[in-house]
């Protein structure tokens, strides 16, 4: 009898629900790991979040195999090769930790239904956020639909337990894993044991490397306890600094945590313990992505790209195919949202304050549709995260859940005056503009033409002029809304 822990977004062995309870029975525990060939053959051969899985998986089965056990890599469909590997190995109990992406939940129902039919057990645990589903309901019991008032309850609810660690202790001996006859080998089933296992090469899985490893983010669960370590210093200031994009303010470990490289409890157990402004504001980021992963648990249509507030499914969206090019080539000509898509592309990361910026110049300036954002920033981040991206998108959109009011619209010129007032952020991204004055940085078109010529003459003038596209955005808004909601 042996039982299986079936790793998904949650690349670690320290604090891990499901691998806890997997070693706790007491039976010796394999572990897989699955990729989708439905998730991964849409996807560009060069993606840096097939990278990041890679490495955090070598990190995973490097530790795995040294304690003896066997470790599982498949390609194929997990709805058939999961069951099968049950089959072929003897399981007779399937360990997982819940996704509520409705993708996931689809395929974990008909993993379940296959191995049931089989008579093999499945368990499944919360690990993914703090509270999930249902957990946090207001008085009617109904999903909250209001930030401040989930995260008055979320603060009333959490406690310590909430926050306990899973105990893995994968030194404990396993008698009789790497002594059992290894199933028999096909295409796409790579078994990794000591000495003698396989892993497969990111080109087996048909990619390339990216610039990933020469990013300064450290991979692994154990960069990921690296930038923690390095945030927990910096926690006091979050708060003050978690704005400017300049400033290293913010931790960094939003891949870690899509990827579960680094435990959200652990995470969170910080925030929470520790006194003061910044601790708390991070506590409420981190209550931010327990919202937005409940929203969409209760509402699985917002992943066909519905607006949360159905009235806005009706809202036109003059932008254009050739609008939305000059969006994603960072050609708009204000300098802010074009340093900030250049991060994007470069890096794989936007920072929060760019990505409501450049959210709301898309829809709202160039009038383009928020859903055409939304997925490019999905192919593009690689902490691409279903629920908070749906849910920052539709924020910026004002079509979502406790959205930014539409009659409210980022001007692109202040935002950039206020969150990057030197420039520092726009320089390093633009060199264009390195030369460009200080006063000139965040609205080059106004400097005197003779300037432009000097000072940056590669730069692009306006896509788009501000003040029009803002009168024409509220008329469209404003067609959709009860009348007296305005400004
Ligand atoms: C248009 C738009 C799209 C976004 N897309 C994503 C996405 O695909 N994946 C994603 O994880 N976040 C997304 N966010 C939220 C936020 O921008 C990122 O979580 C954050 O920038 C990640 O960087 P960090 O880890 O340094 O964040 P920090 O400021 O250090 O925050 C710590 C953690 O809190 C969580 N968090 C912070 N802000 C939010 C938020 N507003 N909503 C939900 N969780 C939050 C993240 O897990 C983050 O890693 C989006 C926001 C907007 C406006």
Request: with cysteine; glycine share 6%.
């Amino acid at each position: 009898m042996k039982v299986l822990c079936w790793f998904r977004r949650d690349l670690r062995h320290d604090d891990h629900a499901a691998l806890s309870a997997a070693l706790a029975s007491g039976l010796p525990v394999e572990g897989v790991f699955v990729f989708d060939p439905a998730l991964l053959t849409p996807l560009p051969r060069e993606d840096r979040r097939v990278e990041f899985i890679w490495f955090a998986l070598q990190e995973l089965v490097t530790t795995w195999t040294r304690s003896g056990r066997r470790f599982h890599i498949l390609y194929g469909q997990p709805e058939y090769s999961i069951p099968r590997l049950v089959h072929q190995c003897g399981i007779t109990a399937v360990y997982y930790n819940r996704d509520h992406d409705p993708v996931a939940l689809h395929r974990d129902h008909e993993v379940g239904q296959y191995l049931r039919k089989q008579g093999c057990n499945v368990y499944s645990f919360k690990d993914q956020t703090i509270f999930e589903h249902n957990e946090i309901l207001n008085s009617q019991g109904r999903p909250f639909a209001v930030f401040t008032a989930y995260r008055r309850a979320w603060l009333d609810r959490i406690g310590a337990s909430d926050l306990r660690t899973h105990p893995v202790d994968l030194a404990a001996p396993c008698p009789t894993c790497s002594d059992d006859p290894p199933p028999p080998s096909h295409p796409g089933h790579w078994v990794c044991l000591p000495g003698n296992g396989s892993f497969p090469s990111l080109s087996d899985l048909g990619f390339s490397a990216t610039n990933l490893t020469h990013l300064p983010l450290p991979l692994g669960s154990r960069g990921a306890q690296t930038l923690l370590n390095d945030f927990i210093e910096r926690m006091p200031h979050y708060h003050e600094r978690r704005d400017y994009p300049a400033l290293k303010g913010v931790s960094y470990l939003g891949a870690h945590l899509r990827f579960g490289t680094l435990s959200v409890r652990q995470f969170a157990y910080h925030a929470w313990s520790t006194p003061g402004p910044g601790a708390q504001t991070t506590l409420s980021e981190l209550i931010w992505r327990d919202f937005y992963q409940m929203i969409l648990s209760h509402r699985p249509d917002l992943a066909d790209g519905h607006c949360f507030l159905p009235r806005f499914d009706a809202l036109c969206y003059p932008g254009t195919p050739a609008d939305f090019e000059i969006w994603c080539s960072a050609h708009t000509g204000y300098p802010l949202v074009d340093a900030a898509l250049r991060q994007l592309h470069q890096t794989g990361y936007m920072h929060n304050r760019l990505r409501m910026i450049t959210a709301s110049f898309l829809t709202k300036d160039l009038q383009v549709d928020w859903r055409w954002g939304e997925a490019h920033f999905a192919r593009h981040l690689l902490d691409f995260d279903l629920a908070a991206n749906n849910g920052g998108w539709q924020w910026s959109a004002s079509t979502g859940c406790d959205a930014q009011p539409w009659f409210r619209l980022f001007n692109p010129v202040t935002q950039s005056e206020r969150f990057d007032a030197q420039g520092h952020f726009i320089r390093r991204y633009l060199p264009e503009l390195a030369d460009c004055p200080d006063r000139w940085i965040h609205a080059p078109w106004r400097m005197p033409a003779s300037s432009w010529a000097q000072w940056c003459p590669d730069y692009w003038p306006p896509c788009v002029d501000h003040a029009t596209a803002r009168l024409a955005t509220l008329e469209r808004y404003r067609a959709c809304s009860p009348s007296g909601e305005s400004t």
